[in-house]
């Protein structure tokens, strides 16, 4: 197996899908603009700066679904898809894409963004593995998003941890994948970056570019 692995906010995507996500709850109706900005940046500053507390911001993040129920965010979301999220996917992430499925490469898609917010974007974008945030699930009949996390978050060094068990599954480790290669653009992403034979600085950070140019890593810009 030769793997390719993907980050998908500022690297497959020009945007962040999470922070696009609350942006059109708020244009909705369903959040508060001022208080909702309000709180949204502070976690954004605590996502640059490496110290998010990834538990709290999902319980933040799905608050809007929570409260509506998943008839109502399953059909915001299809509208969500239709105008936000296909007008940004631009020819240069897919050609990418297409490039390693030509190659034979088993394409997944590695992000700290939650599996309501992406898995539409995953089929979008034609890639059918997704390794996300997983939300816990109520054990009453409506079966809906509690807030918490199940597992471990694929956020940092999570991430490893959620491809070895993906690996796992298919009978697979680290050392039966003949070559692996991870595409991202933030220093969040570092552990997984240096996990794998290939790291691709996509659409870097300032600090990722600084660090890819100075360990002689491939810089991608596909959105210049």
Same mark, same amino acid.
């Given at each position: 197996?030769?793997? *390719?692995?993907?980050?998908?906010?500022?690297?497959? %995507?020009?945007?962040?899908? $999470?922070?696009?996500?609350?942006?059109? #709850?708020?244009?909705?109706?369903?959040? $508060?603009?001022?208080?909702?900005?309000?709180?949204?940046?502070?976690?954004?500053?605590? &996502?640059?700066?490496?110290?998010?507390?990834?538990?709290?911001?999902?319980?933040?993040?799905?608050?809007?679904?929570?409260?509506?129920?998943?008839?109502?965010?399953?059909?915001?979301?299809?509208?969500?898809?239709?105008?936000?999220?296909?007008?940004?996917?631009?020819?240069?992430?897919?050609?990418?894409?297409?490039?390693?499925?030509?190659?034979?490469?088993?394409?997944?898609?590695?992000?700290? #963004?939650?599996?309501?917010?992406?898995?539409?974007?995953?089929?979008?974008?034609?890639? $059918?593995?997704?390794?996300?945030?997983?939300?816990?699930?109520?054990?009453?009949?409506?079966?809906?998003?509690?807030?918490?996390?199940?597992?471990?978050?694929?956020?940092?060094?999570?991430?490893?941890?959620?491809?070895?068990?993906?690996?796992?599954?298919?009978?697979?480790?680290?050392?039966?994948?003949?070559?692996? #290669?991870? &595409?991202?653009?933030?220093?969040?992403?570092?552990?997984?970056?240096?996990?794998?034979?290939?790291?691709?600085?996509?659409?870097?950070?300032?600090? %990722?570019?600084? %660090? *890819?140019?100075?360990?002689?890593?491939?810089?991608?810009?596909?959105?210049?």
């Amino acid at each position: 197996m030769r793997l *390719a692995l993907f980050d998908l906010d500022h690297t497959l %995507l020009p945007l962040d899908s $999470d922070h696009a996500w609350g942006q059109y #709850t708020v244009r909705i109706g369903w959040r $508060d603009a001022e208080v909702f900005a309000a709180r949204n940046d502070g976690f954004y500053q605590q &996502y640059k700066a490496g110290s998010l507390d990834i538990h709290e911001y999902i319980r933040f993040a799905t608050e809007a679904i929570r409260e509506h129920g998943q008839a109502a965010a399953d059909a915001a979301h299809q509208a969500f898809m239709d105008e936000v999220i296909r007008p940004a996917i631009r020819p240069a992430a897919l050609d990418l894409l297409k490039k390693h499925q030509d190659a034979g490469d088993q394409i997944v898609i590695v992000t700290a #963004t939650n599996e309501f917010v992406t898995r539409p974007i995953a089929t979008a974008l034609g890639v $059918d593995e997704l390794i996300a945030i997983r939300l816990e699930r109520g054990p009453d009949a409506a079966n809906w998003v509690t807030g918490n996390i199940e597992g471990t978050p694929s956020f940092r060094e999570g991430k490893i941890v959620r491809v070895e068990q993906w690996l796992a599954a298919r009978g697979l480790d680290w050392p039966a994948v003949a070559r692996s #290669t991870f &595409y991202s653009d933030s220093m969040n992403d570092l552990a997984l970056l240096e996990r794998v034979d290939e790291p691709v600085a996509t659409n870097p950070d300032e600090r %990722l570019r600084a %660090l *890819a140019q100075a360990r002689g890593w491939t810089i991608r810009d596909l959105f210049a």
